[in-house]
């Protein structure tokens, strides 16, 4: 049984930061995931964020939208089975649930693809006031 949990989320003036966590339980290490955000604004689809995969040994690489590029990071704890978003430079359009996913990590995994995700957290709501 492999559960996710978001925690971070809440309201914000445009302009300031939040960092949200998701910790992944089950027997699999984080390591062999490849994990991901993303996110739901009110009547619009769910949108890939970012998400971050082992890319080596002891290397892993980080993929981001680029509607956040330069503004989110996405990065992980293995020993805290943890996944965090931090997000910087908010604007209101950034307003929306936002899900952590995961899913055992393949060479046929698309990380931009919410579909090839097996795991997802309950959500967490991010609001940034304009």
């Known amino acids: 049984q492999v559960q996710l949990v978001e925690s971070g989320g809440g309201l914000v003036p445009a302009g300031g930061s939040l960092r949200l966590s998701c910790v992944v339980s089950?027997?699999?290490?984080?390591?062999?995931?490849?994990t991901a955000w993303f996110r739901q604004a009110p009547e619009k689809e769910r949108e890939f964020v970012a998400a971050i995969r082992r890319s080596g040994v002891d290397s892993y690489y980080g993929y981001h939208a680029e509607s956040v590029k330069g503004r989110f990071t996405i990065s992980g704890d293995n020993a805290k089975n943890s996944v965090y978003l931090q997000m910087n430079r908010l604007k209101p359009e950034d307003t929306a649930v936002y899900y952590c996913?995961?899913?055992?990590?393949?060479?046929?995994?698309?990380?931009?693809?919410?579909?090839?995700?097996?795991?997802w957290g309950q959500g967490t709501q991010v609001t940034v006031s304009s």
């Open positions: 996913a995961a899913t055992p990590d393949t060479a046929a995994i698309e990380v931009r693809t919410s579909s090839h995700y097996d795991y």
């Open positions: 089950g027997r699999t290490p984080l390591s062999r995931y490849a």
